[in-house]
């Protein structure tokens, strides 16, 4: 009789035999899964890991002062109103859109020299846009704007902007360009032709200033006409006195903003200071012997006339 042993080691065997494949196998697919990426897209070498928040975000804000083009300046409309009843008080508004999907003006009021502004909601008469703002008298402020169908209209308040109502009166006693024929101006009711493409119209005393999109500035002579002052490259200018302005401009002898005074009885233009900021969409407005000077999203305040200057937001 055959010793059993002898089937059990043939067992053992074929058992060996089948557990050494086995083993084989998986180190076969072992070596095979690492080789093959996991991710069927992954031919190329995977770029690195990508990181949130680095890139440009999209915003409705304006954008940096250093970022602001120095090329071409004053082609585009004054898109910012700012008038100062006194060098605390003052109310300042973008121009806003009456075109449907354009956004309504928006309107803030300071009292503590534009440090710090608060939003003035105007509820009465749909205003959509502003032609014309005037912080007038001690809570009075008065605007001149479009409503949706783009027509002129007048509001006013006499509480600080807290509380606003329909002024048709303020139609004729601001001066703005008409909203649906830019070629004219209404002046105080009377309505004449605008001497240029106007972004801004001021009054020195009694004299009406037009400041031109191509950075010129005329004014109205009492004869009816208009004449060219002796400047050019002006962004933004605001009256001063009875006869004189204040202007801002972008010059190559200045790394920013260039002030100047202009004597309209005499045409004498003198550099008054130059700061290390480009205008964004500025505006400036005079009150007592205080200047202030609003672009983008700063805010600058110069108590001697335009001299010197310092920010204030």
Do not use: H
Not at 9 to 19: A, E, F, K, P, R
Not at 95 to 119: I, L, Q
Not at 144 to 172: N, R, Y
Request: hydrophobic content about 40%.
């Amino acid at each position: 009789m055959s010793p059993r042993r002898s089937s059990r080691s043939t067992g053992g065997l074929v058992v060996t035999l089948i557990v050494g494949v086995l083993a084989v196998t998986a180190v076969l697919l072992a070596v095979f899964a690492l080789r093959v990426p996991s991710n069927p897209d992954a031919g190329e070498i995977p770029g690195p890991i990508p990181t949130w928040g680095g890139g440009p975000v999209a915003s409705n804000s304006p954008a940096p002062l250093s970022t602001q083009s120095t090329s071409s300046p004053g082609m585009e409309p004054n898109p910012q109103f700012i008038s100062m009843l006194d060098p605390l008080v003052g109310v300042r508004s973008t121009v806003g859109s009456c075109v449907p999907g354009g956004g309504a003006a928006v309107v803030e009021r300071t009292a503590d020299g534009g440090a710090t502004w608060t939003r003035v909601l105007v509820d009465v008469l749909d205003l959509r846009q502003v032609l014309s703002l005037d912080y007038v008298a001690d809570g009075q402020i008065s605007i001149v704007g479009t409503g949706a169908d783009c027509m002129p209209i007048g509001l006013v308040s006499f509480t600080g902007g807290e509380f606003w109502e329909a002024g048709p009166d303020q139609l004729a006693s601001a001066s703005f360009v008409e909203p649906n024929d830019p070629s004219k101006i209404l002046d105080r009711g009377a309505e004449m032709s605008a001497p240029c493409s106007v972004s801004e119209l001021q009054r020195a005393g009694g004299t009406l200033i037009a400041l031109c999109s191509d950075g010129s500035v005329q004014y109205r002579g009492t004869d009816a006409s208009w004449i060219p002052v002796g400047i050019g490259d002006v962004l933004v200018a605001t009256a001063s006195g009875e006869t004189t302005l204040l202007t801002a401009s972008l010059d190559p002898a200045c790394s920013g903003t260039l002030f100047r005074s202009v004597d309209l009885a005499t045409d004498r233009v003198a550099d008054l200071a130059c700061i290390s900021v480009l205008p964004a969409n500025a505006t400036l407005d005079v009150a007592a012997n205080s200047v202030i000077f609003w672009s983008g999203e700063e805010v600058y305040l110069s108590q001697n006339g335009g001299v010197t200057w310092a920010a204030v937001s």
